[in-house]
């Protein structure tokens, strides 16, 4: 039996345990013990008690002796010591079956369980995607219904279909009446062409005709000047006559 010694920590902190004998020594003292029938340290092994039974009883059976009742009795001895080790071992035996069979139930309980954690985490993927579907589904719904709200909340067609035919009218009359603008400004384009065409004909007539009369004009005042001098001239030479 492996000896042990704990350390009791405070709050907070972990138990600590300290093992004489390591987990593999343990095991090979458990599988002496199931063995040799012995549960304790103390006292004789079965098996060993069992082995000097028959030790004792194989020696006085080569002893020469007349020793019959002797051997007898060692072999009497022997037999009950045979069968008391014997039950514990029956007992053993159907206490492993058991353990064996438990065992085995519990590998399929095990992998039953397993199944259905596979199954569950199956279902609850599966689950998580009807969820997203049903999200998605819903706010198609909720979508669906603000544009059906929205669509109520509009006039009927046959109204939408007057107010369109009068906007269709009036694009025709806002059409024509640009063409007419457009045809009018092109004239008025026209007529301002000319006038400033006629504009800058009168204006060189102008500067012509002024050109003109300064020209006229400065030849009779050198007309003037030239009949001055002479006037002069003639009258000097009166003058000197005299």
Not at 7 to 31: N, R, T
Not at 73 to 97: C, G, H, M, W, Y
Not at 129 to 140: A, D, G, T
């Amino acid at each position: 039996m492996s000896i042990k010694s704990r350390k009791f920590a405070g709050k907070g902190e972990s138990v600590a345990s300290h093992y004489a004998f390591g987990p593999l020594e343990d095991d090979i003292i458990i599988k002496h013990r199931l063995l040799t029938r012995t549960t304790t340290t103390r006292g004789e092994p079965p098996l060993k008690k069992l082995q000097k039974k028959f030790t004792t009883f194989a020696l006085e059976i080569e002893k020469e002796a007349d020793n019959y009742s002797d051997c007898e009795r060692l072999a009497k001895a022997f037999l009950q010591e045979l069968n008391t080790f014997e039950i514990p071992l029956l007992k053993s035996k159907a206490v492993i079956d058991a353990n064996v069979r438990e065992k085995e139930n519990f590998d399929d309980l095990k992998g039953e369980i397993n199944k259905q954690i596979v199954q569950a985490q199956a279902d609850i993927e599966d689950l998580k995607r009807q969820l997203e579907e049903s999200k998605v589904e819903r706010k198609h719904k909720e979508e669906g219904e603000a544009i059906r709200k929205l669509i109520a909340m509009q006039p009927p067609r046959s109204e939408t279909q007057k107010v369109i035919t009068e906007l269709e009218k009036e694009i025709a009359m806002l059409e024509a009446e640009n063409t007419a603008s457009s045809r009018t400004l092109d004239l008025r384009k026209k007529q301002f062409a000319l006038l400033l065409h006629v504009v800058d004909e009168l204006q060189n007539t102008i500067e012509e005709e002024q050109r003109s009369l300064v020209e006229e004009m400065k030849n009779v005042v050198d007309d003037h000047n030239k009949s001055g001098v002479e006037d002069a001239t003639m009258g000097a030479e009166a003058m000197a006559v005299d």
